[in-house]
T-cell receptor
């Protein structure tokens, strides 16, 4: 069983389109995250949810909207896609309260290419 | 605010040789430190983490790291690498009350050759 899964694995789309990436974890964790990895492999946190509540919201364009229907799922919707949105997006989860010490488990990534 | 610097962008190493990956951090408050590994076309996996206590931390796959508070460093070592250790290695830091808000370094690409 995959612990953290993401769909799709690859996403190729045109500028201006709207797309969603889905993430699911079966670890029973309370906290989920979205990270963006750019072409230079730099990783930056975008959002985090704890029990469906948004707790981390970094400086991300408001074209990006996360949604957590339940604590096992965290989806990322992106409106009006731009060339600069091309990246690999990773979902992660952890059994996190507020302390910061817990291990984060990462999904396999979704490679988004905007043409 | 905290930051992480990985001093080497790429480290070539021969199989069975030792390797050290350097990581320095800056923070005015207590932090937790992590090393994650990313194998080609995969997600990240935790190698080890320092929370408190013994400054020498042992992780998976024979890796270890030493926390040095005075030098604000958290260098990763392995005494003998395998071809399968070829990967990108990320040092990361988080504040102790941050809900897991990891700040990653730029990564070090380790290339192991026979």
């Amino acid at each position: 069983d995959t612990a953290v899964s993401q769909t799709p694995k690859y996403l190729v789309t045109q500028m201006g389109n709207d797309k969603s990436i889905k993430c699911e974890q079966n670890l029973g964790h309370d906290t989920m995250y979205w990270y963006k990895q750019d072409s230079k492999k730099f990783l930056k946190i975008m959002f985090s949810y704890n029990n469906k509540e948004l707790i981390i919201n970094e400086t991300v364009p408001n074209r990006f909207s996360p949604k957590s229907p339940d604590k096992a799922h965290l989806n990322l919707h992106i409106n009006s896609l731009e060339l600069g949105d091309s990246a690999v997006y990773f979902c992660a989860s952890s059994q996190e309260t507020s302390g910061g010490a817990d291990t984060q488990y990462f999904g396999p990534g979704t490679r988004l290419t905007v043409l | 605010a905290q930051s992480v610097t990985q001093l080497d962008s790429q480290v070539p190493v021969f199989e069975e040789a030792p390797v050290e990956l350097r990581c320095n951090y800056s923070s005015s408050v207590s932090v937790y430190l992590f090393w994650y590994v990313q194998y080609p076309n995969q997600g990240l996996q935790l190698l080890l983490k320092y929370l408190s206590g013994s400054t020498l931390v042992k992780g998976i796959n024979g890796f270890e790291a030493e926390f040095n508070k005075s030098q604000t460093s958290f260098h990763l070592r392995k005494p003998s690498v395998h071809i399968s250790d070829t990967a990108e290695y990320f040092c990361a830091v988080t504040l102790t009350d941050s809900w897991g808000k990891l700040q990653f370094g730029a990564g070090t690409q380790v290339v192991v050759t026979p």
